[in-house]
């Protein structure tokens, strides 16, 4: 099969991340916990890429910053699992390892794993991603209706009123440039964006079968994505994915779980980023809410001292995740907000750069994460709980937090 993206786009996209190792640039990297074979479909996408731009207008706001956009998408079908098998009633079977590999429902048929998904993984992968260039590209991304969108949804939102001020502000700095004379609707900065594709490279069958030798430079680039992470259960110095993914030019993350010592950040920083390239490594930090501020700053400060050129972003999603008593598994916005908070002060205490986030998030209407503007409960969950994996933010819950980290940033500056 043609590889999925170019090796000059993943070169692209290490030099922008580049600029966000120097504090010049602030990385928003989301979508979906697990892409869905059944969700296949252009509002599903549409619907997630207008939040995307919905976020990363209000953050190049905050920030006064370019925001690198980097979708967890077109690609993002295979999961890590803590456990091999689950208990469903009476049957204990395989996990659910994402469409890539088995199915979700709880049969022995529907978890075997079954090769050729991985084909009809790469044609969702393709088909999806030609949406987002044609949508990025294309007109739909247009600031001027992207802010429009952002007004709508303070204008609708329970606690909008909150953010009414940064939508104004917002909005008088685009008239100010039409006053300029510049002509915001023509202008291709303002028209067109671009976005990165990212997954975890947790199939090696797959990624070996997309990497191929870029006829430019000679070097092996993983086509399947502009950017792939490794995940915090592959990250293992001595495994197959940090080898793998080691001899591979594309940009690349690695996860750090709360036990991730600073000895073993450094041995991953020497072992995938050698030359110390800027934008080559991310470290997406996912400590929990309640233990950041003791576990960031060290980290931080002992890649600072080997002088290595990391982009720092935090993942608030993975290590605040609880299961109710109704078996739910979800996470708190307020938890969320306050992994950030944490990041966002480790960062100031250390004189390094907060370099982006990393969200699970859905367009769509869902209640898998409680709290936000709409004060999800624990007794709502169950109206629309329809994620394959982890719980994710809806698309307001998503729009509330963009603004509280655009005006966390506001604030710093
Ligand atoms: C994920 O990003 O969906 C995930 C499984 O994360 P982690 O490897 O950090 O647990
Ligand atoms: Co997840």
Redesign the pocket.
Known sequence: MPPLVFAGEARELTAALAQAAAGRAFVLQAGD?AESFHDFAAVTIREKLKILLQMAAVLTWGATLPVVKVGRMAGQFV??RSSPTERVGDLELPSFRGHMVNGEAPTPEARTPDPERMLEGYHQSAATLNLLRAFTKGGFADLQRVQGWNQEFVATSREGRRYEQTAAEIERALRFMAACGIEVSAAEQLRQVTLWTSH?GLLLDYEEALTRRDSLTGDLYDCSAHMLWI???TRRIDGAHVEFFAGVKNPLGV?L?PDASAAEVLALCERLNPERIPGRLTLIT?LGAERIADLLPPLLASVREAGHPAVWIC?PM?ANVYTTSSGRKTRHFDTIMAELEGFFAAHEAEGTWPGGVHL?FTGDDVTECLGGSDRVGEDELDARYMTL??PRLNGRQSLELAFRVAERMRARR
């Open positions: 916990c999961k890590p975890e995940g915090q259960r996860k779980g996912r993942d993975h699970e994996c982890d």
